[in-house]
T-cell receptor, first 110, second 111 residues
Framework: DVKVTQSSRYLVKRTGEKVFLECVQDMDHENMFWYRQDPGLGLRLIYFSYDVKMKEKGDIPEGYSVSREKKERFSLILESASTNQTSMYLC?????????FGSGTRLTVV | QKEVEQDPGPLSVPEGAIVSLNCTYSNSAFQYFMWYRQYSRKGPELLMYTYSSGNKEDGRFTAQVDKSSKYISLFIRDSQPSDSATYLCAMSPDSNYQLIWGAGTKLIIKP
């Protein structure tokens, strides 16, 4: 089975900090995604990548950036964390139609 | 108007009941339809996948697509407490396009 691993389950950061969320997949998938999930709003796409060093903005990219230097790793960066970025962050990889998600990182910005 | 509408619930039913979960959508180009299940503090996992119209059955789960009405359903027979989760619908116009998600319905099966 494909495994998507997110480095942290829970994170607490201070306002203004630079935050790195790491995601690694082990099945050589080309497509990777970062979502945030908030109650009542569902999954919202932040950024996605179709290949190494390639990135595309999703629906809510403001305040975020990404890095994909290796095929298996896709990092989400919060340049200057703010309280409205407190959320559950989910990474996914895809081959064909099926997405495989990590367990998520619950980020709290105080 | 959102492209995909899904009642957030919660939907609470007794164990053994038949559950019906639904999504409506506005984009007639959607061809690929999926249901994901998400347990608390976990990521979503793919439950059912359907291409175009029709029904698909897998054990206690049946997925239906009615493209003429832009309406998809997931039925769960003989529901169990272990089915308690949030169910998200997702769809796309082709297999290479990113998925468009419903907000998810929280389902509670009472023992």
């Amino acid at each position: 089975d494909v495994k998507v691993t997110q480095s942290s389950r829970y994170l607490v950061k201070r306002t203004g900090e630079k935050v790195f969320l790491e995601c690694v997949q082990d099945m050589d998938h080309e497509n990777m995604f970062w979502y945030r999930q908030d109650p009542g709003l569902g999954l919202r796409l932040i950024y996605f990548s179709y290949d190494v060093k390639m990135k595309e903005k999703g629906d809510i990219p403001e305040g975020y950036s990404v890095s994909r230097e290796k095929k298996e790793r896709f990092s989400l960066i919060l340049e200057s964390a703010s309280t409205n970025q407190t959320s559950m962050y989910l990474c996914a990889s895809r081959r064909a139609y099926g997405y495989t998600f990590g367990s998520g990182t619950r980020l709290t910005v105080v | 108007q959102k492209e995909v509408e899904q009642d957030p619930g919660p939907l609470s039913v007794p164990e053994g009941a038949i559950v019906s979960l639904n999504c409506t959508y506005s984009n007639s180009a959607f061809q690929y339809f999926m249901w994901y299940r998400q347990y608390s503090r976990k990521g979503p996992e793919l439950l059912m996948y359907t291409y175009s119209s029709g029904n698909k059955e897998d054990g206690r789960f049946t997925a239906q697509v009615d493209k003429s009405s832009k309406y998809i359903s997931l039925f769960i027979r003989d529901s169990q407490p272990s089915d308690s989760a949030t169910y998200l619908c997702a769809m796309s116009p082709d297999s290479n396009y990113q998925l468009i998600w419903g907000a998810g319905t929280k389902l509670i099966i009472k023992p």
